[in-house]
């Protein structure tokens, strides 16, 4: 399992990526517009070759900062780059407040629109 590191005072705090992912997922669906969580699409090269994570979410680790990438499906009559930018928002905030890990990037792939 994997896990992300926050130093305090005392001694460090390992927060396991799934438990991040939860919180980006609950941000996420907090948001005017969003329809769901997708899956990432990959190819056949990127899951028997490299192992690619299809999961809609996806923490990836820098040296003292998370990277989250993200797919989902938009509701139709929504502009998409307003409901993305406050899911990067949305999420940045809520991981950084409830963890303390700081959130470089927060990317993301609208895999589609729904009513």
Known sequence: MREAVNQTPVGSLKISEDVLKI??????????????LEKAR?????????????????????TDAVQMDISVVLKTGYKICEVAEQVQQNVKNAVQTMTGIAVSKVNIYVAGISA
Request: proline share 3%; glycine share 6%.
């Open 42 to 62: 990959a190819t056949a090269k990127d899951l028997f070759i490299r192992g690619k994570n299809t999961e809609p979410i996806h923490v990836s680790r820098e």
């Open 23 to 36: 919180l980006a997922a609950e941000a996420v669906r907090e948001v005017a517009g969003v329809h769901s």
